[in-house]
């Protein structure tokens, strides 16, 4: 009987600690110390034996008892301890709050990042301008014939405006702030559209400005691929063209390959391949003789760009109303 | 413009793939934007730029794609040149400036006919229905030379012939049948009763060749481009003609015109050409001289350029070399090319010419400029990330305010402001710019409610645009807007606003009531070292604040890193009764200025009772408790003398 006991309690140890799992630890209990269990059936055994070895065993039969209840209760611990037990990682989280920046926010942050590398500082500039700013000083006289007549909005014509493009931010640039300058700006502008999925009377452009002894053509294109390869990615194919535009001279545009047909011409490109990206040059001589810089001395170059349809490629949005009419979901 | 590929090989010989020639065009500045077929004809369509008035030809892309792959130009055939008809000058009346030449030639017994095939193709491949012999060619030469011109009938034109202005009010009825009122701005074409055409853009209906015409006077000019610009702007009228004239054009070209007019009607045996010309050109055009120093076009372009291969770029685009020397040039630019005014406009057609491709990508390796980033700038980008970080969301409305938020478009604690509006504005909801940002917002919120959201937390940074008397102002502004649909109180958005202000190091901000702020109930103003920086309160259920971003700038305390202090506070909670509608700010306020209180919070309040939870340190050793006891007094003290405040029992 006494050997009985020992070898179900040593038979319990191994099994116990062998165990994986809570649910067969509780197969073990069942098996021990259940109504039908092993120990319950060897103390029904114990009214079999001599009066003399009846307090013995029953002595031996509680100590077994509560070292399998112990070593139930320890494995059990240790199971949780090392993880085994069982775990449900799909439960549904219950998420702080982060709050999310507007998509164009985004992108004029990653462009600001690109150019700071650049040795570019950021800038601003009003948005109610004067006809001076705008236009006159930026080689766009009256009349002059890239002046659209119509496309302007006047807070009072014909001298106070809304700005129709971040060129005005250049020439307040080159009149304030002393060379060697670079300088990017992102900022709202405004047109005459009526208002459409493709237009809208505000819009944001992208716009930078060098002035320095020495710059050129070449580090204007340098500055541009380094911009496009780091934002658009190194694959891209870039074509970099003559393109007039009254600001600079020479005047250059810069095209990037459609991703949307991989240049095999389609709906977006007009079925060109190419999506015309952004302008640029030398700054007109005209310009930096009108803001007291001399051409034959100081050069510079500037660029500008849409940036409401780069921000809705990256984000998939058709329609441009959308960017600013609260239409988008932050999650 | 649309380029028939075989009229423009009639010109020049073209390269044998197509693609290579619109490449070349492409990187020189016309970009091919489509390309098409015309009964089995290839039209090529080129987006120009305005610069280049010698270009809306065909001629003109000729003579581009000659300097592009060094291929000489076949210039067509031209009538001999006809003597000046110096005696019937009186015949037109010129007294305006507006006119800078106009040639004029009779031409009698003209046959009125179908025209050839050969014009009607070219025609209908550009784009131009055909109407007849006369009028088709006075378009086939405009498309060919870029000069517009066009057939009077000699018999209907009348007496009294003049180019003047018209006077605001007189009426023209076009060939199209459409009735112009002209204003005192539109050059015209007149006879002594009527209105002939609108200078450069459209002829009238009655004085233009017909079936029936037998004799016409041929007319072919240049305009101020500035004033023929507006007209056609002002009355739409963006004809073949006009986008030609409001640009560019070289006054010589009326000339080319007209005698390949001439020659071809005689080539055709179409009319009897008169033996004189008329021809007025008061200021004669000379073609300019520009010099071109070497080293800067080095210096512009960056990178080295042959001389001989300047040179002969120059020589292709038919620039003249007058002057040469080891420094430089000086060039006489050709008489058609009124874009080219400066050395940086030579140095352009060489790097064009050359390519754009050849140009190295240089990453800019001069001196690094000083950061000149303003402050205001990296504040806003600051908050930004701020904002972003405590849970809210960045709007970015439009400038304007839309038709039926207009009512909530006043200024926030402004006195005397007034919103800014546009003059022309393309739709009601383009009419007014922001004078807050609090009805954009509020317009967003609400869209968020009724898509059943559970919270809205907005921001956005930008300007508001005011005007007070005859000033316009922008200011850069913080709004913030806050709703919950559960658990929403002032408690919760005045706690953004205390972790705002504690991200952005900004200390010392108090709050003051303003009771009622024209739209927001329980309103409030923020200040810090006491001047007002923003306005908050309540619209509703809705929460909202808003933060002049200037008012704020440079409050920002130097960031200081704090380590745990060696010795432990003691805490404990006090519990105090205030007469009601204390405020319970001002109460924290005082008791932190007590020593050895390390932090205070409002744990509890009941009716009139608030507890307050208290840590006691002391940074330098562990307190006893009669030092705490000694503190505890000082509050108990200060709290009755200055808020009539007791401990609860």
């Not at chain 2, 559960?486 to 200390?507: M, P, R, T, V």
Request: proline content about 4%; some cysteine; hydrophobic content about 35%.
């Amino acid at each position: 009987m006494r050997e009985d006991i020992i070898n179900t309690k040593n038979q319990a140890f191994s099994e116990i600690t062998e165990a994986s799992d809570t649910a067969e630890l509780e197969n073990i209990r069942v098996t021990y110390l259940g109504r039908q269990g092993k120990i319950n059936s060897l103390t029904k055994e114990i009214k079999n034996l001599n009066a003399s070895e009846k307090g013995a065993a029953g002595k031996i039969i509680n100590e077994a008892k509560e070292t399998i209840e112990k070593l139930l209760a320890t494995q059990k611990n240790k199971l949780k301890q090392t993880g085994s037990e069982w775990f449900d990682p799909t439960i549904p989280g219950e998420k702080p709050k982060a709050g999310q920046l507007h998509p164009t926010t985004i992108v004029i942050n990653e462009m600001f990042e690109i150019f700071k590398h650049l040795g570019f500082s950021l800038m601003e500039g009003p948005e109610i301008e004067t006809d001076v700013y705008n236009f006159e000083k930026l080689n766009l006289p009256k009349d002059h014939p890239a002046r659209s007549l119509q496309d302007v909005l006047y807070i009072k014509e014909p001298d106070i405006l809304l700005r129709s493009h971040t060129s005005s931010v250049e020439t307040r640039a080159l009149g304030e702030l002393k060379p060697p300058f670079r300088i990017v700006v992102a900022g709202k502008c405004y047109r005459f559209e009526s208002v459409n999925a493709s237009n809208n009377a505000m819009f944001y452009q992208f716009q930078g400005v060098a002035l320095q002894k020495g710059l050129s053509m070449a580090d204007l294109k340098g500055t541009l691929y380094y911009f496009v390869k780091s934002f658009f990615g190194e694959k891209r194919k870039i074509r970099f063209r003559c393109k007039y535009y009254p600001e600079v001279e020479p005047g250059g545009g810069l095209d990037l390959d459609c991703p949307f047909c991989n240049q095999k011409g389609c709906s977006v490109c007009k079925g060109r391949g190419w999506l015309e990206m952004l302008g640029c040059g030398m700054i007109h001589p005209n310009i930096l003789k009108n803001m007291g810089h001399n051409p034959k001395e100081i050069s510079g170059f500037a660029f500008g760009m849409g940036l409401d349809r780069i921000v809705m490629d990256k984000f998939k949005i058709k329609d441009i109303r959308s960017l600013y009419n609260g239409d988008i979901i932050y999650k | 413009m649309r380029i028939p590929l075989n009229w423009l090989s009639e010109y020049v010989k073209l390269p044998k793939d197509r693609g290579e020639l619109t490449d070349k065009l492409t990187m020189a500045g016309h970009m091919l934007d489509k390309a098409d077929e015309v009964n089995g004809n290839i039209v090529i369509d080129l987006e120009l730029r305005g610069n280049r008035a010698d270009c809306y030809s065909i001629l003109g892309i000729a003579r581009e794609v000659s300097a592009l792959f060094r291929i000489p130009v076949k210039y067509p055939a031209v009538h001999p040149k006809l003597k000046e008809n110096k005696g019937s000058n009186t015949t037109l009346k010129i007294e305006t400036p507006l006119v800078r030449r106009v040639m004029m030639v009779e031409i009698n017994d003209i046959r009125i006919t179908d025209s050839p095939d050969w014009l009607k193709e070219k025609l209908i491949a550009y784009g131009l229905e055909s109407i007849n012999n006369i009028v088709d060619l006075t378009n086939f030469v405009m498309l060919e030379t870029g000069e517009p011109m066009h057939a009077f009938d000699l018999d209907k034109i009348g007496t009294g012939l003049e180019i003047r202005l018209a006077r605001g009010g007189e009426k023209m009825t076009t060939f199209l049948n459409k009735t112009l009122v002209l204003t005192s701005e539109d050059l015209v074409w007149a006879n002594k009763t009527d209105i002939l055409s609108v200078a450069g853009a459209i002829c009238g209906k009655n004085h233009s060749v017909s079936g029936e015409t037998k004799n016409i006077l041929l007319e072919a000019a240049s305009y101020d481009r500035a004033n023929i610009r507006k007209s056609i702007h002002n009355h739409n009228l963006f004809t073949d003609a006009g986008i030609r004239h409001e640009k560019d054009l070289d006054p010589n070209l009326v000339e080319n015109a007209v005698y390949r007019f001439l020659y071809l009607v005689e080539k055709n045996n179409w009319g009897k050409i008169n033996s004189s010309v008329y021809d007025y050109y008061p200021k004669l055009v000379k073609p300019l001289k520009i010099s071109l120093i070497f080293e800067r076009l080095i210096a512009l372009s960056g990178f080295s350029v042959d001389k001989e291969e300047i040179k002969e770029i120059l020589k292709w685009l038919n620039f003249e070399i007058s002057k040469k020397d080891s420094q430089g040039m000086e060039l006489i630019v050709p008489a058609y090319r009124t874009d080219v005014v400066l050395e940086e406009d030579v140095i352009e057609e060489v790097l064009r010419i050359q390519s754009y491709d050849k140009i190295p990508e240089q990453i800019l390796s001069l001196e690094i400029p000083k950061l000149v980033t303003p402050s205001y700038i990296n504040q806003e980008l600051a908050y930004k990330a701020h904002l972003s970080a405590i849970g809210f969301d960045e709007a970015i409305s439009s400038a304007f305010i839309k038709e039926n938020y207009l009512k909530y478009n006043k200024p926030l604690g402004g006195v005397g402001m007034e919103p800014v509006r546009v003059e022309n504005p393309p739709s009601p909801d383009a009419h007014e710019l922001r004078i807050n940002l609090f009805a954009n917002l509020l317009e967003y919120t609400q869209k968020v409610i009724n898509e059943r959201g559970v919270e809205v937390l907005f921001f956005e940074i930008g300007k508001t645009y005011s005007k007070k008397e005859s000033k316009y102002s922008e200011s850069r502004k913080l709004g913030l807007i806050y709703w919950a649909k559960d658990e929403n109180n002032f408690k919760k958005f005045k706690g953004f606003l205390d972790g705002f202000f504690a991200k952005a190091n900004i200390s010392q901000v108090r709050y003051v009531n303003l009771g009622r702020d024209l739209d927001l109930i329980n309103s409030y103003q923020i200040l810090i070292d006491k001047l007002p920086v923003g306005i908050g309160g309540q619209f509703g259920n809705i929460y909202y604040a808003e933060i002049d971003l200037d008012g704020v700038l440079g409050k920002e305390q130097k960031q200081v890193a704090r380590l745990w202090p060696k010795y432990p506070p003691q805490i404990e909670d006090i519990t105090l009764q205030f007469p009601s509608r204390t405020m319970i700010g001002d109460i924290i306020n005082e008791m932190a200025k007590i020593k050895f209180i390390s932090d205070i919070k409002l744990a509890e309040t009941y009716k009139d009772s608030h507890t307050f939870r208290i840590w006691y340190q002391d940074p330098d050793k562990t307190l006893t408790d009669k030092e705490v006891e000694a503190v505890r007094n000082k509050i108990l003290e200060v709290i009755k003398r200055k808020f009539g405040g007791t401990v609860k029992d």
